[in-house]
């Protein structure tokens, strides 16, 4: 199975700062990444799909790039109501699906 | 509005037995191949099954594999997830999600206690 390795697991940031969360994959998984918000007692919510698009509806301050093993996920802007936990997911090799760990984003 | 609705989760004794439903609306759910996600209290999320279109082509996670049967009726628009042998481990919220990540429901909860 592939595995994917998330980091941080935990941030504390500014309203207004930068965030970057990485994902790296144990093998090539060429595109196929998505990103997805969590709050508390919700579904995860899709944000980037195919590494770089972004889900309709979603705010362009969020964005994705990379492809094959390392891939890259920004917040451009932190906002208060970004609070939550962001996972990415390689869907390259089915089955099974594959989550990374997680980060917990919190305001500083 | 693509819409998916978990049901049938509960509290249960180890080694018993659940179904989870899931029912879909607003797209044509037998073009859709389906999964079921779980989520531990506090943990990260874990993918559990996987079943086509079709119902010909399913897979299971090494933790359920053996235990667990998922099922789709694409007349009724509904999926299903047969839980037997349910062990502790096994207490989640229960998620299913269109393949390509895009809808969830909002999950139901399995407790398996004594």
Known sequence: DIQMTQSPSSLSASVGDRVTITCQASQDISKYLNWYQQK?????????????????GVPSRFSGSGSGTDFTFTISSLQPEDIA????????????????QGTTVEIK | ??????????????????RLSCAASGFTFSGYGMNWVRQAPGKGLEWVSFINSGGNYIFY??????????????????????????????????????????????????????
Not at chain 1, 40 to 56: F, V
Not at chain 2, 67 to 85: G, P, W
Request: charge should be neutral; charged fraction near 20%.
């Open chain 1, 40 to 56: 508390p007692g919700k579904a995860p919510k899709l944000l980037i799909y195919d590494a770089s698009n972004l889900e309709t």
């Open chain 1, 85 to 100: 936990t962001y996972y990415c997911q390689q869907y390259d090799n089915l089955p099974p699906w594959t989550f990374g």
């Open chain 2, 1 to 18: 509005e693509v819409q998916l609705v978990e049901s049938g989760g509960g509290l249960v004794k180890p080694g018993g037995s659940l």
């Open chain 2, 61 to 114: 996670a090494d933790s359920v594999k053996g235990r667990f049967t998922i099922s789709r009726d694409n007349a009724k628009n509904s999926l299903h997830l047969q839980m037997n042998s349910l062990r502790v481990e096994d207490t989640a919220v229960y998620y299913c999600a269109r393949l390509s990540g895009d809808s969830w429901g909002p999950g139901t909860l399995v407790t398996v206690s004594s």
